[in-house]
């Protein structure tokens, strides 16, 4: 195995990430805005606001889904318990000591096992519970008028609410962890750029250099 700078992440790939991350801003404030946290912006203004940037997110990830399963990126997020336990350990003392992360990113495998765990979460827990209680509370008119239905408005929008609390709370989390170890333009950059330094074998280095040399700098 050997370090290069390697385009890991795709123009699509970089797309996806900052759009989702501004569409998720739009909803967190907005949505808190509805909540009256922050008083003083239209009401129904904020509404359309939120629906909006919902629609927005989840045409969104129809394109990413498609994209992840037609490209093969989807292995990035298969979890494994494998170094797991050495990661969770770092974040959780060895960070605070000063010690070197104990995962190198690979070129099948960029994120490491707390992040593929992590991503994998907000992808089929977090992301699906908030698209189906949010279109539950939307058209709550067309289902929630008989008698087994009726009364659960207030159930959705609790949970609704809860987990966009989850997801306030991961945003947090994840900037948080791009200002430790390495300074926060490094952890930023390879999002912009697209490259990154993996780890890779004798046989991805002659793969790439042979039929995708643009995506290895050096």
């Known amino acids: 195995m050997s370090i290069h700078k390697v385009r890991v992440f795709t123009r699509f790939e970089r797309f996806w990430h900052w759009t989702q991350a501004l569409l998720i801003f739009v909803l967190l404030f907005s949505g808190f805005s509805i909540h009256g946290l922050i008083p003083g912006i239209d009401f129904e203004k904020l509404v359309w606001t939120h629906v909006g940037a919902a629609v927005g997110l989840m045409v969104l990830w129809v394109f990413a889904i498609f994209w992840h399963l037609t490209t093969g990126n989807w292995r990035h997020y298969v979890p494994t318990v494998n170094g797991l336990f050495r990661v969770a350990r770092y974040y959780a003392w060895g960070i605070f000591r000063g ?3 104990p995962y190198r990113k690979r070129f099948w495998h960029k994120h490491n096992p707390l992040q593929a765990l992590a991503y994998l979460g907000l992808k089929l827990g977090l992301f699906p519970v908030l698209w189906a209680t949010g279109l539950a509370y939307l ?3 067309f289902w929630g008028q008989g008698a087994l239905t009726a009364g659960s408005l207030e159930w959705i929008a609790v949970t609704h609410t809860l987990f966009a609390f989850f997801m306030a709370a991961f945003v947090i989390i994840h900037v948080y962890l791009l200002t430790t170890g390495e300074s926060f333009v ?5 999002m912009i750029t697209g490259y990154d330094k993996v780890e890779l074998t004798e046989a991805e280095l002659a793969y790439l250099k042979e039929d995708e040399p643009d995506r290895v700098l050096d």
């Open 99 to 101: 010690e070197d992360h």
């Open 139 to 141: 058209f709550y008119g």
């Open 186 to 190: 490094e952890h930023v950059k390879p």
